[in-house]
T-cell receptor, first 113, second 113 residues
Framework: GAGVSQSPRYKVAKRGQDVALRCDPISGHVSLFWYQQALGQGPEFLTYFQNEAQLDKSGLPSDRFFAERPEGSVSTLKIQRTQQEDSAVYLC???????????FGPGTRLLVL | GQQLNQSPQSMFIQEGEDVSMNCTSSSIFNTWLWYKQDPGEGPVLLIALYKAGELTSNGRLTAQFGITRKDSFLNISASIPSDVGIYFCAGQNPQGGSEKLVFGKGTKLTVNP
């Protein structure tokens, strides 16, 4: 079956532009997570959803970052007025239920110039 | 953000050698996980540990959940070239209310044939 998919795989943005990153979780998975991975570092938690409810957004670095999952399936991570420090790989993961294995997508590599 | 202390940062070994890496935390986790990440891909789960003192194997991989719940190690026996990649430990405390994973900075493994 299909795994977690993310689009685009690569995004180059000029500083100040808004970007939207999409995550398609594995069908039927209840929980969806976003992580940010800087070069040479481990993934860092941003936010997660259980169905359409955003249960924890404590990792979002600023109010320029916003995530939504309106129908409890596809999720979008939006970054407004991008800055160079936003350059990173953004990973999405989904899990079948609470406290179950998180399956990661390939990530979106964002470069802000 | 919080990251676990993972060592070593990198390892260069000969094919056939055994490998050991470990992870420590200043706080307790109720679940420890080990992931492997290949270039351009998301992390893939190798082993999950749910109980203090637990020792679990997956083929040539063995991992242990420390008694104090503040550490874990991963061993790889008889390494092969396809073991090359970055290995991450991750802790989880769902009882704390969030399912987020806290990752280490990774151990980059190079295997010389």
């Amino acid at each position: 079956g299909a795994g977690v998919s993310q689009s685009p795989r690569y995004k180059v943005a000029k500083r100040g532009q808004d970007v939207a990153l999409r995550c398609d979780p594995i069908s039927g998975h209840v929980s969806l997570f976003w992580y940010q991975q800087a070069l040479g570092q481990g993934p860092e938690f941003l936010t997660y959803f259980q169905n359409e409810a955003q249960l924890d957004k404590s990792g979002l670095p600023s109010d320029r970052f916003f995530a939504e999952r309106p129908e409890g399936s596809v999720s979008t991570l939006k970054i407004q007025r991008t800055q160079q420090e936003d350059s990173a790989v953004y990973l999405c993961a989904s899990s079948p239920g609470r406290v179950e294995t998180q399956y990661f997508g390939p990530g979106t590599r964002l470069l802000v110039l | 953000g919080q990251q676990l202390n993972q060592s070593p940062q990198s390892m260069f070994i000969q094919e056939g050698e055994d490998v050991s890496m470990n992870c420590t935390s200043s706080s307790i986790f109720n679940t420890w996980l080990w992931y492997k990440q290949d270039p351009g891909e998301g992390p893939v789960l190798l082993i999950a540990l749910y109980k203090a003192g637990e020792l679990t194997s997956n083929g040539r991989l063995t991992a242990q959940f420390g008694i104090t719940r503040k550490d874990s190690f991963l061993n790889i026996s008889a390494s092969i070239p396809s073991d090359v990649g970055i290995y991450f430990c991750a802790g989880q405390n769902p009882q704390g209310g969030s399912e987020k994973l806290v990752f280490g900075k990774g151990t980059k493994l190079t295997v010389n044939p």
